[in-house]
């Protein structure tokens, strides 16, 4: 019994941004665990296990723009065709937040706002709506939506120095309504037997980002565990929601940050 937990070989899962620097890793970790995957993004990453997995069905790639309704229900149409049920939707998809000098407090445009939040909030809640009638019609299902510690504290501007990689205000606001929006849908989904759970993951640099020293150091330091993640990383939290390991949990906002909101 414990030992089938979170096992994922009954589940069919769409995630978005499957393809992205955490979503591949996810993509990889579902596949291992032995779910039904559909990646929904605009770009496709492969390698020989993707192109196993696709090859015996249990993997596919559906071209799909979170900020257009239509592309989203287009996407659940044909993933619902191709593994004929959904029972796990991972919202990792984000878009929008914008760097440099527009990005900050003082000079973001009305535009820049409302793109970063909506590519943050707005994906979630866009692709959470579509979704529910196909979780419904499966009996139910895991819910995942990837919020974020900047939803829990302010970063510290001090530790950004010249990374470019200041972390603007609308990334924030949205990835904080993401919280929200997880326990407003775990109270009003649970009727349908739908949880809805987020993660919010912590430092995790990709590789560019990561090339700055400095700015490493500085993240480094910020952690109680003395260090940035590694995407796979990420995979034990992501893994335990979409399986039966989660199935007393709703609502929740698990931190995935080596420590760094907990001091």
């Not at 019994?1 to 589940?11: A, G, N, R, V």
């Not at 326990?183 to 809805?196: P, Q, T």
Request: with cysteine.
């Amino acid at each position: 019994m414990y030992t089938d937990l979170f096992s994922l070989q009954q589940k069919s899962v769409v995630i978005t941004g499957g393809s992205g620097y955490l979503g591949s890793a996810l993509t990889e970790a579902l596949l291992a665990f032995g779910a039904d995957v559909t990646v929904a993004d605009l770009n496709f990453r492969t390698h020989s296990t993707l192109e196993a997995a696709m090859e015996e069905g249990r993997l596919r790639n559906i071209v799909c723009d979170v900020s257009d309704t239509a592309s989203i229900q287009n996407m659940l149409r044909e993933h619902s065709a191709a593994s004929g049920r959904l029972n796990v939707l991972v919202n990792c998809a984000t878009y929008g937040a914008g760097y440099g000098k527009g990005a900050e407090l003082e000079f973001m445009t009305d535009e820049v706002w409302h793109k970063g939040v909506d590519g943050t909030a707005g994906t979630t809640f866009r692709c959470i709506r579509e979704a529910i009638p196909y979780l419904r019609e499966s009996g139910g299902g895991s819910i995942i939506n990837f919020a974020s510690m900047y939803g829990i504290v302010s970063p510290d501007p001090s530790i950004y120095g010249d990374s470019g990689a200041n972390n603007p205000p609308n990334y924030g606001t949205g990835k904080a309504g993401v919280v929200q929006l997880t326990r407003y849908c775990a109270a009003h989904l649970a009727k349908y037997r739908i949880r809805c759970n987020s993660v919010s993951p912590g430092p995790f640099p990709n590789a560019v980002i990561g090339q700055n020293d400095a700015f490493l150091e500085q993240l480094q330091a910020k952690t109680m565990l003395g260090r940035v993640g590694k995407p796979e990383e990420m995979t034990g939290a992501v893994i335990m929601l979409a399986s039966d390991a989660s199935s007393y949990m709703t609502g929740s906002n698990l931190m995935v940050d080596g420590g760094w909101t907990a001091w």
